[in-house]
């Protein structure tokens, strides 16, 4: 499987991005889903999760409220919705896929898309 996030860019402090993430090589319907993120100088942290199983989500406390995963199975995509970003959430953005569910885990998510640059601005 091989992903392909877009979306990212500049955005002022309070404004909001989708970020998407196109799966090729492959459907989605048997992974798990996640985006992470990673700033400068910082370790990649977990962000959301869309699991397969029931299709339960999973926040980071730092994005609760704010952010949104989903995926559409036909289109092989997932996105992520991102409302009121501060500049906090500057980071490089990055999807990934995996086998295990409910896992926030980097280990656990043996596929990675690129990254996609988010920059908010205060």
């Known amino acids: 499987v091989q992903l392909q996030a877009s979306g990212g860019g500049p955005v002022q402090a309070g404004g909001s991005l989708r970020l998407s993430c196109t799966a090729s090589?492959?459907?989605?319907?048997?992974?798990?889903m996640g985006w992470f993120r990673q700033a400068p100088g910082q370790e990649r942290e977990f962000v959301a999760s869309?699991?397969?199983?029931?299709?339960?989500?999973m926040y980071a406390d730092s994005v609760k409220g704010r952010f949104t995963i989903s995926r559409d199975f036909a289109e092989n995509t997932v996105s992520l919705e991102m409302n009121n970003l501060s500049p906090e959430d500057t980071a490089v953005y990055y999807c990934a896929a995996g086998r295990v569910v409910f896992s926030k885990s980097i280990a656990d998510y043996k596929h990675w898309g690129q990254g996609t640059q988010v920059t908010v601005s205060s």
């Open positions: 090589g492959g459907p989605l319907t048997s992974l798990n």
């Open positions: 869309f699991t397969w199983t029931g299709g339960i989500v």
